[in-house]
């Protein structure tokens, strides 16, 4: 009886995908990328990784030379651009998850649509948070997306992930593994129904996805295939000193080779990747980063010159409802922006600075805060007033719904008018009187 051999799929390259140097090997040459790092934080632990360093589910070891704020992201891709004009993908891969840190990654992504509508636009998550984000990735034009999936089968993501926190719970073991699974494939499925292109990322990782002959990735393959994933990359894991795996062998080029020969059939395989930093400029084969590192550098430190650089307003609330914290009472603060479709959008929460540290507090409030115009709080003392009003966030006091507090910072003039309002008290009905002491 013959023996039919299963034939890796056609080499079709999707229409968005010919000028992605990641997605079409063929214009690795001549088609570039910059990668954004805009995105600090992580969600969760990999047992590999090595928070000083960038996320290594896209990235190689290696610290940026900065981290960018949105503003400060489009004008480094304005002056990258101008060196090296065949970038065609502008991408988010850390140094932490773009989608742990949605403010700044959605922010940056708006920033970049609105100059530069003909590029791709290209992110990397461990899908954790993305679910939440879906809409707004696709409506903000986002074209490419990576998800890492390591495996399908949670008593192996148990022994992978350390713990993934979820808002403000913490998930460690099986329980860790089965929600962030739950996740990579809602955000896999979620991403191809709004037809953007969709890599999977799978670090091999020797004696943990690699066990019965390679069984568990090949298992990924499969899924990756049921869900219509378009690329997958199996990156050999390296070992890093001080992590759990720091001691495991690095999988070989030839074992690679032969998984990826074996599960081709299933989804394509990326042959090309380079490992890029979250700083990564230039085409894969010809990387500027070090280059252009000064570049990076000098923006990370350029100033904000006016409200738009100051997209966001931080509110202090109790139940999410109304505007009634005292300053100091704060744990957390929601940060709000426009809504795409109108409107207002809670965007994240921010954890604020422990209470006790002196004066210090208030200036790691400020930098907490430094993408916020203004900071909608029940009352405030005139230390942190001070404080944050010379950094450029307006601190202002407030009574009522958040959203009435919140047109009237977005609205014409609003800063101006929360600041002229600060003598008076009270009186606003719904909205921010901007005393500064409390209404
Ligand atoms: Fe590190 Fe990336 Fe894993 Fe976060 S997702 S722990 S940054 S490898
Ligand atoms: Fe996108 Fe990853 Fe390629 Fe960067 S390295 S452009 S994030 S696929």
């Given at each position: 009886m013959?023996?039919?051999i299963?034939?890796?799929p056609?080499?079709?390259?999707?229409?968005?995908?010919v000028?992605?140097?990641?997605?079409?090997?063929?214009?690795?040459?001549?088609?570039?990328?910059?990668?954004l790092?805009?995105?600090?934080?992580?969600?969760?632990?990999?047992?590999?990784?090595?928070?000083?360093?960038?996320?290594?589910?896209?990235?190689?070891?290696?610290?940026?030379?900065?981290?960018?704020?949105?503003?400060?992201a489009l004008?480094?891709?304005?002056?990258?651009?101008?060196?090296?004009?065949r970038?065609?993908?502008?991408?988010?891969?850390?140094?932490?998850?773009?989608?742990?840190?949605?403010?700044?990654?959605?922010?940056?992504?708006?920033?970049?649509?609105?100059?530069?509508?003909?590029?791709?636009?290209?992110?990397s998550?461990?899908?954790?948070?993305?679910?939440?984000?879906?809409?707004?990735?696709?409506?903000?034009?986002?074209?490419?997306?990576?998800?890492?999936?390591?495996?399908?089968d949670?008593?192996?993501?148990?022994?992978?992930?350390?713990?993934?926190?979820?808002?403000?719970?913490?998930?460690?073991?099986?329980?860790?593994?089965?929600?962030?699974?739950?996740?990579?494939?809602?955000?896999?499925?979620?991403?191809?129904?709004?037809?953007?292109?969709?890599?999977v990322?799978?670090?091999v990782?020797?004696?943990?996805?690699?066990i019965?002959?390679?069984?568990?990735?090949?298992?990924?393959?499969?899924?990756?295939?049921?869900?219509?994933?378009?690329?997958?990359?199996?990156?050999?894991?390296?070992?890093?000193?001080?992590?759990?795996?720091?001691?495991?062998?690095?999988?070989?080029?030839?074992?690679?080779?032969?998984?990826?020969?074996?599960?081709?059939?299933?989804?394509?395989?990326?042959?090309?990747?380079?490992?890029?930093?979250?700083?990564?400029?230039?085409?894969?084969?010809?990387?500027?980063?070090?280059?252009?590192?000064?570049?990076?550098?000098?923006?990370?430190?350029?100033?904000?010159?006016n409200?738009?650089?100051?997209?966001?307003?931080?509110?202090?609330?109790?139940?999410?409802?109304?505007?009634?914290?005292?300053?100091?009472?704060?744990?957390?603060?929601?940060?709000?922006?426009?809504?795409?479709?109108?409107?207002f959008?809670?965007?994240?929460?921010?954890?604020?600075?422990?209470?006790?540290?002196?004066?210090?507090?208030?200036?790691?409030?400020?930098?907490?805060?430094?993408?916020?115009?203004?900071?909608?709080?029940?009352?405030?003392?005139?230390?942190?007033?001070?404080?944050?009003?010379?950094?450029?966030?307006?601190?202002?006091?407030?009574?009522?719904?958040?959203?009435?507090?919140?047109?009237?910072?977005?609205?014409?003039?609003?800063?101006?008018?929360?600041?002229?309002?600060?003598?008076r008290r009270?009186?606003?009905?719904?909205?921010?009187?901007?005393?500064?002491?409390?209404?």
């Open positions: 013959q023996t039919i299963p034939s890796a056609l080499a079709v390259v999707d229409p968005k995908s000028k992605h140097p990641c997605f079409n090997k063929e214009s690795s040459g001549t088609c570039g990328r910059v990668h790092p805009v995105a600090p934080k992580c969600n969760i632990q990999c047992n590999y990784c090595n928070r000083k360093y960038d996320c290594v589910n896209e990235s190689r070891p290696g610290v940026t030379s900065g981290i960018l704020k949105p503003f400060q004008e480094y891709t304005r002056q990258v651009l101008d060196k090296e004009p970038i065609t993908v502008i991408g988010i891969a850390g140094p932490g998850d773009p989608m742990a840190n949605p403010a700044e990654t959605l922010e940056t992504m708006r920033l970049i649509r609105k100059e530069y509508p003909h590029m791709l636009f290209c992110l998550s461990n899908g954790l948070a993305m679910p939440e984000y879906l809409d707004d990735l696709a409506s903000l034009g986002v074209t490419h997306a990576t998800v890492t999936l390591n495996t399908v949670p008593a192996i993501g148990a022994n992978i992930y350390a713990w993934v926190r979820d808002g403000n719970v913490v998930y460690r073991g099986q329980a860790a593994a089965e929600l962030i699974l739950g996740r990579q494939l809602e955000s896999i499925a979620g991403l191809k129904s709004r037809g953007l292109a969709v890599k990322n799978t670090i990782i020797p004696g943990v996805n690699t019965d002959n390679n069984a568990p990735i090949k298992a990924v393959a499969e899924k990756a295939r049921e869900l219509g994933v378009d690329l997958m990359n199996c990156m050999p894991m390296h070992p890093t000193a001080g992590t759990p795996f720091g001691e495991l062998a690095e999988p070989g080029k030839e074992a690679v080779h032969a998984l990826r020969a074996e599960i081709g059939h299933m989804v394509p395989q990326m042959t090309h990747c380079r490992r890029c930093r979250a700083d990564a400029v230039g085409l894969l084969c010809n990387d500027r980063s070090t280059e252009l590192g000064g570049v990076l550098s000098a923006c990370s430190k350029l100033a904000p010159q409200q738009s650089d100051r997209p966001y307003v931080a509110v202090a609330t109790r139940e999410g409802l109304l505007v009634n914290l005292h300053l100091g009472e704060a744990k957390r603060f929601q940060i709000w922006g426009l809504a795409e479709s109108g409107g959008r809670m965007i994240e929460e921010r954890l604020a600075p422990s209470a006790g540290c002196g004066p210090s507090r208030w200036e790691d409030l400020a930098r907490l805060l430094s993408d916020c115009r203004a900071v909608l709080v029940s009352a405030l003392g005139e230390a942190p007033r001070a404080i944050l009003t010379e950094r450029g966030t307006l601190p202002a006091a407030c009574s009522g719904f958040i959203e009435d507090a919140l047109a009237l910072a977005y609205g014409e003039d609003g800063l101006a008018r929360l600041e002229a309002l600060k003598a009270g009186g606003l009905g719904k909205s921010c009187c901007g005393s500064g002491d409390g209404c």
